[in-house]
């Protein structure tokens, strides 16, 4: 197969420096531009001195309308912010090309959860049932030729991985499930801000987005989508004092008697093909995960309580952002899944 | 009032050296021996060398019997591992000397729960009625006085400060509740395990524990206590890569209509005068508490989900274990109750 | 004595935050004022939760022009950027009142030097003089009384401290020697900087400022005072990622014949007295002083390469800036040199 | 070329770990065996989840002689502990097969060298004359063939990469260098000790093997080669509270007159065609390097005070280690040089 040409709109932010530091192992897809509106002109290298050596002299270039054209793109992913997605995506989406966006724009189906979630309306509501969920795990076969692909949320991966099959499995319940989550602080985005300094963060775990994170309704959809009824979810993300990673625990009530081993039997059978899921006896661990694209999962019964444990740990950056938009796209453009993927993580 | 001779049985571990840091600066309670088998002989600021100005030429002794009595001394803290206090709290504890126990063999009043728990049956149940539970919050008044008192989990205190006002309140249900609580590494302790080395923890966060953690009975009991009904909990401690701190993450269900600000109406008259509990519409933060007695306490209600969320952040060390020693000891004996004590804590 | 009256002008950063920690144990020197223009109305604890339950209320506001008088200040500390505190320091030093510049204002005696390392002309040489280097290990008797003291840089003491008994015996040459150095990150302050977030911060280890740190001349001008010739430094300080912390690692050559022994017995005897310097043998630890006024200071000689290397820590928060100018200003005010301060760092 | 069978003897340990990771995506070179006598029987992905995924069911055996025939391996790496390499050497090494050791028994060619600083004779010194030195900036050539590598200590890559086209150039004397480094904690190994737990090392920096550590003489070894005449050096490793990662700051007295553009420009011209040597303006960062092969290189002339500094950082186990060792395998093997390794670090 001939290489691909690609382009990466945004690719200043974390999950654009993410996708430049996987394709430079790709041997298919060939970066030939990347945007940054704020940073063009600088050297790749310079804003990510950890690129110097593969990237060389790419520079960032600002993005001009006709661009993907004109590069003859056949490949374009965007790691924007919430709400700038989506004209250019109109833009970019013809059908041809393969169109993978990081940002939120594309990941809801129903366009009135963009109002309540987002604070907007979705500007083209049309191309929300085009687009694709980029969870292979999922929805592998609607991914295979693809045009355009909504990557999810990296703690959406993480909650849906550890509860979708035990759901799929009517083994607990949709409504009243917690999902409790921790991240590192690469989730917060590379702009410097009170909250991310590392005087802030490090020796500091606390709580936030309280009842109100936007990936709420996204973990809702999936689990729904699984379940066949209406999932409900309240989730708690936290602030981690590490870079990357994200571990979440998820409570749910059996609908029967069940048992850790139940639980794990149906979590093994679930994922038994998939490349990078690894079912674990020891509780999943952020760091076995760390600049891979593996996730592990597990999970407990708590007779005494009455409750189920779930947990899954990636990280959020590849598994959680990039790498899985990369493994999404893989299957979209009939690559081997895995190209340019690992699944050894670093250690230590 | 003269000052009190204090001796610290177990001194070579975490919460002996935390003892040791908090009253280099307290008026009333002299150190004059602090004893570790382990480290007989060895200078208190060669094993801890952040104590080598404040302690110059104190080494560690071994523990001999009789030794309380031949110095004289009037409190003696023990910080030694479970089962391992109760033949010395037998030897020491007279009725005049204060006995502070900081490990877990006085917590639990019913004798049954440490077979199922700890794996042992407790040797000398009798003083069970007698030791006065070290939670200057919930306990104050039999603490006056006091002359045994068994100082609680460092998590026990976090998620029982978050919970036990809206239980005594009547505002959640005892059982159903859910805590989720992440600590710093010291919590497990000095001597070194593949568990705790840097290279393990550093970018790592897992669950550890699951369903089997020892404070779950000593939170259930507490909750019990203030709920006036048998109270159930699901307990998941998480390791986070962090010195201190803990934050404990409490999901319960509401017994009725409740809000947000109820609930922190609530949180802020039950703590009214607490010298070291601080109420916050922020989420607490561990870092807000690192080496200082304060614990920041908030909460919030989903109306979406049916969930109370109820928050507690502290130093596991310091309020958690020693400071929560110190302070209980002040009560005993008279002393103003923030002595030796700071509610201000260390930042950034 | 009766308590002294303290404003804080400039409290909003990182050393006026850790002012405010340690005047909240301070029983002669009251906090009657914090200003902070860009937080003026903020509360203390909002900006610095650490700070919530110590200060309750107290709200930063602006500084206004004769507020020193007006509010009847004893005691006026400035934590403000270099050459902000010139004016300041001009309208409330007034011979009565003590002033303690935390910044760089004052510190250096050569007029000449802050147009080349600052960038600017001294706007009131005549105050350079009367100025004391707030230093009590080798100015203590200029301290006694003072009332306008310039609390030496952070990167200066730990320097000065290694070096400066073996300066002082002639034991090393005072050209040719090398400091390299390395700091936590709360050395850069509070404002977010795209060098401060925790991802770029954190796992990362580098060189900054090479050969032009401002530090330089100020280590120059004690090291040239103790050796009484003219010394010469090359000053390379790292950022480790780490809140606190100063090592100087001093390379130096000998004027002759030296030992390890030797070396440690000069410092030991130049020490004695000191409450808060330990010599020792183990190479000195950052964490062994955090959060404590405490140095440790250490020194090797090396006859196969004819090096000296003598090496000291501190907190860079504490002894390295607002613990030292507490330490001054008990010198100047007549208290007991430690009062409000502790060497009994926070371990682990 | 038909794939090479790989052995790791030593695989248990970080850089076997580290091995493994980086030959999980190696076309070259399939790992069929993993030794670790301590861990015989576990599982690869049971000690280090992070390869859980990447090695399914490998597990750990005990070397047992004659091993390597009966595997037919064309490849051996040998990750043990000093003095432990030598006779497991003198048994694979056949002249066929391509032995690495990543240890120090074969890194001094002069057998004298090994009772002064490593406290034993060399008990095969005849074989110190065919290792070639596995080091491709300066022994491609040896390489290219090599049946014998021994794998530079991970200081001495820093040191020697940022100095030796000075010393080449004679830019810089060859006495009188300081040689003052710092490294993350994984160069210590993965056995828990109380100097590598997370609580020891978390917020503490301090240097540590103060005149006495085994990577000086290499260091001069190196450094003599390339500047034709006797090197020496006094080195001082620091520790850093991070997982990975090297940077060495490097002072030397220049020969003559020098500026900061004229030491890059010889290092620009020297690593020209390197590929995984960056030269760059701004100070090196050891994140800039975190879980890849680059090294990044900088050097400054400080006419004031007469000292050249030159700087490198690297990843410790990639490049320090691992990824070096399978550098110069490559080039032993005649892959291209870059097979398997990254020049992309991971960021954030």
Redesign the interface.
Known sequence: MAAHKVGIIGASG?TG?EL??LL??HPGLDVVVATGDSQAGVRV?EL????????GDLAYRAWTPGLADELGLDVVFLGLPHGTSQPLVAEVHDGQRLVVDLGADFRLKDPALYPRWYGAEHTIPALLGEAVYGLPELFREELAGARLIATPGCYVTTATLALAPLLAAGLVEPT?I?V?A?S???GAG?P???T?????????????G??THRHTPEIEQNLSHVAGAAA???F?P?L??????I?A?C?ARPTGPVTTEGLRAVLREAYASE????V?D???????????N?V?VSA?A?E????V?A?A?LDNLTKGASGGAVQAANVALGYDEATGL???????
């Open positions: 974390f420096a430049l530091r430079a192992g290298g990510y001195p950890s690129l110097a050596v593969a990237y009243g917690v409790d921790a590192g602080v690469s590379r410097p801000k009170p991310n300094t590392f005087n802030a963060v490090d020796e500091n775990f606390e709580a936030y309280l009842l409900q979810v309240l708690t936290h981690a004092p590490m870079n990357r990673g571990l625990t409570y490349p990078f899921v690894a674990t020891a509780p999943p661990s952020t760091k076995a995960t760390l600049g891979s593996a592990h407990v708590d005494r309580t009455g409750w444990v947990l740990a690992t699944a050894a993580g670093l250690y230590p």
